[in-house]
């Protein structure tokens, strides 16, 4: 159905094609990892075998683009996101004849398209024939709904929780960028690995709740204020409510009435709330380092410059402003 792929495409055109984060880790760590070449490979087998794997792990990089753009499809609905990435929405351009028909609203078209580029994401995923990187895939896609209904269905004290704040954290957006980076390998060099990828995500998303109190909807490309608005509580909030007990008391009455969103942000401003989410987000990145560093010692060129690289992202992660 070609309005169909064409919605599912939306988020891969020119201009909206985002930081494609994931697939870079993924091809970093890749990279970074790479397999040493026995003495004994002829260098024609060798080059040939590098290059299949190669095109593999591209593909896994793409499908990873794919899962995350489908989540965000799916994500900009629940939070009923008017921007995404510097463009509207695909669920709120409306009356846009290239998408959508009488009888199909914007938004259901994005979550017919969710449903579509995740299953075609599936069946690349099938055709590579790895049962190992299916398999971790699918959890960390499982890991994405679970992280998203937790913040969606909390109750008051989850609310007020930094522990259930930083699990559901690692499900919205660590587990895909950990459990992407993980097969293949040797069980040490694989939790490396993942202890990377799970404390770059956490930092990624920390900053990310950052942002949404700091940045502008100018320079984020998306909305700014969205999740207190939409009554979620980020670290930021988490630890100003830690400083100012009475904020306790403005969450429990929800954030429907404009004017409590102005008293939070009031409290979150007079605490230290912004400044030690950027801590902690600080905290894991200097972890993600140290798993890089703790890698097994390599003199390939290739291997060190990509190492190099996921420092360097690290640092990106945290001084990113959108
Ligand atoms: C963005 O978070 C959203 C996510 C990290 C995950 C969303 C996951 C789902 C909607 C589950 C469905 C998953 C699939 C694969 C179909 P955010 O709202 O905090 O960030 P934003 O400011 O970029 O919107
Ligand atoms: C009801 O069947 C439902 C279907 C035939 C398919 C519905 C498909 C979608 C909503 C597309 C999204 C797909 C995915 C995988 C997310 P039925 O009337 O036989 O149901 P019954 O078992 O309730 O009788
Ligand atoms: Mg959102
Ligand atoms: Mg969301």
Do not use: W
Not at 130 to 135: G, H, I, L, Q
Not at 149 to 160: A, D, F, G, K, Y
């Amino acid at each position: 159905v070609p309005k169909l792929a064409s919605a599912a495409e939306y988020f891969f055109k020119m201009g909206a094609e985002g930081k494609r984060f994931r697939p870079t880790v993924l091809l970093l760590m890749a990279s970074a990892l790479k397999f040493p070449i026995s003495e004994s490979t002829e260098e024609g087998v060798f080059s040939m075998l590098a290059s299949t794997l190669r095109t593999r792990q591209q593909n896994i990089a793409e499908i990873t683009e794919m899962i995350h753009v489908a989540s965000l499809l799916h994500d900009d609905v629940l939070d009923d996101a008017d921007t995404r990435r510097g463009v509207t929405s695909l669920n709120c351009i409306m009356g846009n004849k290239v998408f959508i028909s009488e009888i199909l609203s914007s938004v259901q078209l994005s979550v017919l398209a969710g449903d579509f580029l995740l299953s075609r994401a599936c069946v690349a995923l099938a055709a590579l024939g790895n049962t190992e990187v299916v398999s971790l895939m699918a959890t960390a896609v499982e890991h994405l709904v679970t992280g998203e209904t937790m913040q969606i269905s909390t109750s008051r004290e989850q609310r007020r929780s930094m522990e259930y704040y930083l699990q559901k954290t690692y499900y919205k957006t660590a587990s895909l960028i950990s459990n992407t980076i993980l097969a293949g390998h040797t069980a040490d060099v694989s939790l490396l690995a993942y202890e990377y990828g799970r404390n770059l995500g956490l930092a990624f998303q920390l900053i990310d709740d950052v942002l949404d109190f700091t940045g502008t909807s100018a320079s984020l490309g998306k909305g700014s204020l969205s999740d207190i608005r939409h009554g979620i509580i980020t670290a930021p909030m988490l630890y100003a409510m830690e400083e100012f007990p009475q904020l306790h008391d403005v969450v429990d009455q929800g954030f429907d009435n404009p004017a409590n969103v102005e008293l939070a942000l009031d409290y979150l401003q007079k605490s230290r709330g912004i400044e030690r989410t950027k801590e902690l987000a600080q905290e894991h990145v200097n972890l993600a380092v140290k798993a890089i560093e703790a890698l097994p010692d390599s003199d390939d060129e290739d291997v060190l410059i990509s190492r190099r690289a996921l420092i360097d992202i690290t640092q990106r992660v945290i001084t990113r402003i959108k």
